[in-house]
């Protein structure tokens, strides 16, 4: 079946200006998750959403940092007034459930503020 | 300090060599630790997993896992070039959003 999709693949941005990355998880996937990963820092936790229950954005590095979940589906992460250390690849993952140990990630996208 | 700590290599080996991964950690309410592959500009991909303490074995692949002593491993028997990747190494407790805590990765290359 299909995997857990993101889009865009790459996204180029000047510094100031907001992006939106997509996450298409994988169906009937209840949790999703966003990780950021930076050179030489691993994956970084952002923001979890389980159902319908209010996310944990214990994660989210500043203010300007924001994510949404459509119908328990699609996800939207924006990060508005893009600053160069904002350039990493941002990855979204998808389990069954809270309890479910494996994460599916998807192949991420390659954020690069100028 | 992490709450993950991960050698990040590069490590190059011949082919056929065994191949010995660890990571140490500080929380002790890590109760599941996990090994992700990720290959260049791929989303990582679960290899292994395992709950508290003990090994498990897949193949040319174990995993132990030592919680006195903070300490897991992943080991590659009769590498191959294939196993070429970044091996992750992440973990999680049983309670909160259940979010995996990662390591920085090893790359590792296995030359033919």
């Known amino acids: 079946g299909a995997g857990v999709s993101q889009s865009p693949s790459n996204k180029v941005t000047e510094k100031g200006k907001d992006v939106e990355l997509r996450c298409d998880p994988i169906?009937?996937?209840?949790?999703l998750y966003w990780y950021r990963q930076s050179l030489g820092q691993g994956l970084e936790f952002l923001i979890y959403?389980?159902?319908?229950?209010?996310?944990?954005k214990s994660g989210l590095p500043s203010d300007r940092f924001s994510a949404e979940r459509t119908g328990g589906s699609v996800s939207t992460l924006t990060i508005q007034r893009t600053q160069q250390e904002d350039s990493a690849v941002y990855l979204c993952?998808?389990?069954?459930?809270?309890?479910?140990?494996?994460?599916?990630f998807g192949p991420g996208t390659r954020l690069t503020v100028t | 300090q992490k709450e993950v700590e991960q050698d990040p290599g590069p490590l190059s080996v011949p082919e056929g060599a065994i191949v010995s991964l660890n990571c140490t950690y500080s929380?002790?309410?890590?109760?599941?630790f996990m090994w992700y592959r990720q290959y260049s500009r791929k989303g990582p991909e679960l290899l292994m997993y395992?709950?508290?303490?003990g090994n498990k074995e897949d193949g040319r692949f174990t995993a132990q896992v030592d919680k006195s002593s903070k300490y897991i491993s992943l080991f590659i028997r009769d590498s191959q070039p294939s196993d070429s990747a970044t091996y992750l190494c992440?973990?999680?407790?049983?309670?909160?959003?259940?979010?995996?805590?990662f390591g920085t990765g090893t790359r590792l290359t296995v030359i033919p």
């Open positions: 993952a998808s389990s069954l459930d809270r309890y479910s140990y494996e994460q599916y």
């Open positions: 169906s009937g996937h209840t949790a």
């Open positions: 959403f389980q159902g319908n229950s209010a996310p944990d």
């Open positions: 929380n002790s309410a890590f109760q599941y």
């Open positions: 395992t709950y508290s303490s």
């Open positions: 992440a973990m999680r407790s049983n309670s909160g959003a259940n979010n995996l805590f």
